[in-house]
């Protein structure tokens, strides 16, 4: 219950500003959500489900949703909050939760990361220049954490101009499948055949936790809480609007994709939509498309590596990491033990890996955290705060959990593998974190 008598403005003297409105948001949730995962995943799900690539896109976006709805109550309910650790912490006060929610979302930031540094080694960087991907993807690795222990200073005008170039290649490829379909050389009729050795269901399941890795990118909006104005409001708006608009680019990349190419083709190109616009016969230079995609890729992965070596120096700084993750660079103050950390994580993982199993991987560790979050949700009802706020209705949080579980239910034991070394590494990690605070405090006595 709200009484809407007091605005949801920060209180504390050294609160950041508010200085954000609804299109920004929207601008910066669409940025992040509408990213580098379509350029390499269509081919995933045509392995899957065929030319029925929107049936999976479909599903995940029903997911999306309902777990939107929970991150829009917890959002404007608790506007200070830090994502969905916080809101684990709120509901639970249960320290070792709350790291492990945490760790999960900056596991899943590393994860995505060694994925997109796979892509960017593939064919769209072949159309540029031949060279062995394996060391191409470390030297691209490396070569963003140069950057980020630089200091890299995010900006919402700066997401904006990428999120542009991210766009600008996704509606070329939707202009040219136009083209294609306008001139009668495309096959509409792949939109309704399924992959012939998948089972429809089982395909179109499998799939749409592919098809969900595209749609990651709108739970990064917890962590603008502090910085929007009337984030009540906002946010729903940004929010929802951001996931439609995402779901629309994505349908009609998946049917246009499908018209122009056939699925079998799909399936074996690390590079599907630079097939695309190859295969539409109008004069677009492979390179310069491909240079778009790296820009998308690029961009996604910097973001990744960075959010995952913040969410370490963060977990560090409130004890639940050891203490060497909070060391920054003296003059950059840059977390460069966090940085380096996430670094060799995001090598190892990109030399071991391909880009299907890391995307489900990341999947699964985010739909752990939305577990949580929708858990939280529903505890947290009862909760009252003194400023209006969005609120859900029960169902929804309970469906996104039977969602959630239906698609985790869909992953390969090498991925649960994958998600509990994760789990075994943090949990040592917390237990050195613990062991070091004892002490100290011990010493200190």
């Known amino acids: 219950m709200t009484n809407g008598t007091s605005t949801s403005e920060p209180s504390t003297e050294g609160a950041l500003k508010r200085a954000i409105g609804a299109p920004l948001l929207f601008a910066f949730i669409v940025g992040d959500t509408l990213g580098a995962g379509i350029y390499t995943l269509v081919g995933s799900m045509a392995a899957d489900v065929g030319g029925v690539i929107w049936l999976p896109l479909l599903i995940a976006l029903v997911v999306a949703l309902l777990t939107a709805g929970t991150y829009a109550e917890l959002i404007t309910k608790y506007p200070h909050a830090g994502g969905a650790a916080r809101y684990a912490e709120r509901a639970f006060n249960i320290p070792y939760l709350s790291f492990l929610v945490g760790f999960l979302m900056m596991a899943s930031g590393i994860t995505t990361a060694a994925a997109l540094a796979n892509a960017f080694a593939g064919d769209y960087l072949a159309a540029l220049i031949d060279v062995p991907a394996a060391p191409a993807a470390v030297v691209f690795i490396v070569l963003l954490t140069l950057i980020n222990l630089r200091g890299v200073k ?8 990428a999120s542009v170039i991210e766009v600008t290649g996704l509606v070329l490829v939707i202009v040219l499948a136009a083209v294609v379909f306008g001139s009668g050389n495309g096959e509409p009729s792949r939109l309704l055949e399924f992959a012939p050795e998948v089972p429809a269901l089982q395909g179109a399941f499998a799939a749409s936790v592919i098809a969900f890795f595209s749609f990651l990118g709108f739970e990064a909006a917890a962590n603008m809480a502090e910085e929007v104005k009337n984030p009540s409001r906002a946010y729903p708006r940004a929010l929802f609007g951001a996931i439609g608009t995402a779901a629309v680019v994505y349908l009609l990349i998946a049917v246009g994709a499908v018209i122009v190419l056939p699925p079998a083709e799909l399936a074996v190109s690390t590079a599907p939509l630079l097939d695309v616009v190859t295969a539409s016969g109008v004069a677009v230079p492979p390179w310069l498309f491909g240079i778009i995609a790296l820009v998308a890729i690029a961009n996604g992965a910097l973001l990744f590596m960075v959010m995952a070596s913040r969410v370490g120096y963060g977990l560090a700084e409130a004890g639940l990491l050891p203490r060497a993750f909070g ?16 670094a060799g994580l995001t ?20 739909l752990l955290v939305f577990l949580s979050a929708n858990v939280s949700v529903l505890v947290l009802k009862k909760d009252t705060v003194d400023h209006p706020h969005f609120s859900v209705p029960r169902i929804m949080p309970m469906l996104a959990i039977i969602a959630s579980v239906v698609l985790l239910a869909q992953q390969t034991g090498v991925v649960w593998l994958g998600a509990l070394a994760y789990v075994v590494v943090g949990s040592v990690l917390f237990l050195l974190a613990r062991a070091g605070r004892k002490r100290e405090e011990r010493m200190s006595a």
């Open 327 to 342: 060391r920054c660079l003296p003059k950059r103050r840059t977390p460069w033990v966090s940085i380096v950390v996430v």
């Open 154 to 161: 995010e900006s919402l005008t700066a997401n904006l101009i």
């Open 347 to 366: 090598i190892v993982l990109t030399l071991i890996g391909n880009v299907s199993t890391l995307a489900e991987t990341t999947v699964l560790l985010l």
